[in-house]
DNA sequence: AAATATTTTCAATAATTACTGAAAATTCGA
DNA sequence: TCGAATTTTCAGTAATTATTGAAAATATTT
């Protein structure tokens, strides 16, 4: 296989991987661009390769920065702005940890906070079915919480090595 | 705060949040309401409570039994079929990481093997680049894949108390 | 400060995804 | 086996989400 078709072919499971987890195609596919790209790249650079629209370059890069998965590059003697992702997958997947954690599970279990403090009578099933939904939920969510916070402050050789054994 | 209010916010942010995680927000929505039902719903429950149509339910309910999270349920004398979902959340998560296993990690891995068959320069900067890339995401894709296999395996008790005192 | 290059915004539009509802298929009891 | 109840399918439509492209804003050079 050639290195400009498996290149195509990163970019387009990459994409369609990321409309499994909630992340738009395009997005997803810069994303992956970036991360296959040993220098960085110009919005144009990124438009011609993806054949999107400026506008939607600008836009989804944005948001990769917002999830700190790419960086403004500054190269000086160079009037554009280039674009550098993240390259090692470790940090990858520790900085979407981290995002998400912040995003959804944090406000998913002040949620349930709140509505564990729902009223009425202990007998009723259905109060009773609901408040152990919501409470296995939140107990649920410590331990992930706190599991994800470890997994986020370790370093890769830790993965790599110990936690292994650990589970095993 | 009263029980159906707070039923009605439950359902609409686990919909809400499924959208975040690649879920259509009905889908999740139906599951939501099947976990805190105590008793088992009909098509007619669920067209009811989420205001949806049929054919809607149906779809969405026949996905959540692909996925393994929820059941249909016969109940001897009746004529309809009743639908429950699992309860213990730790059940549905296991269960989750599962099928997403199956569906979306064995798939990018079985890709990437294929793609680090890549040919060309190893000297080529290019190509260096993108099989540094796709062998961090093998490498990476292994441990995660052996991880979540202990996981899935485990049981509550075990991710409740062992696991923390591990990762700690 | 004017000219030029570059980035950002956002209203209009396109593309995708989800939903409805009625017809077809199936199941079940009599 | 027939008829009624129930489930399933799916073409048409609605709702949502993503993209374009051009105008506005910003930054840089001369």
């Given at each position: 296989m050639k290195l400009s078709e498996a290149k195509q072919q990163f970019i387009s499971t990459w994409g369609a991987m990321g409309t499994h987890w909630g992340i738009n195609r395009t997005m997803a596919q810069?994303?992956?661009?970036?991360?296959?790209?040993?220098?960085?790249?110009?919005?144009?650079?990124?438009?011609?390769q993806l054949n999107i629209s400026r506008g939607n370059v600008?836009?989804?890069?944005?948001?990769?920065?917002?999830w700190g998965l790419v960086d403004r590059v500054i190269i000086s003697g160079e009037r554009k702005e280039y674009f550098t992702a993240e390259?090692?997958?470790?940090?990858?997947?520790?900085?979407?940890?981290?995002?998400?954690?912040?995003?959804?599970?944090?406000?998913?279990m002040k949620l349930m906070?709140?509505?564990?403090?729902?009223?009425?009578?202990?007998?009723?099933?259905?109060?009773?079915?609901?408040?152990?939904?919501i409470n296995g939920i939140k107990k649920f969510g410590a331990h992930a919480d706190n599991m994800?916070?470890?997994l986020v402050k370790s370093d890769e050789s830790w993965f790599l090595s110990t936690a292994l054994k650990l589970f095993k």
């Open positions: 810069v994303h992956a661009l970036l991360m296959i790209s040993p220098d960085p790249l110009t919005q144009d650079d990124v438009m011609a600008n836009m989804n890069v944005r948001d990769l920065i917002d390259k090692d997958i470790w940090k990858v997947a520790k900085q979407i940890i981290k995002e998400r954690k912040k995003r959804e599970l944090d406000p998913m906070d709140q509505l564990s403090k729902v009223d009425g009578d202990k007998k009723d099933k259905e109060l009773k079915t609901f408040l152990d939904a994800l916070d470890v």
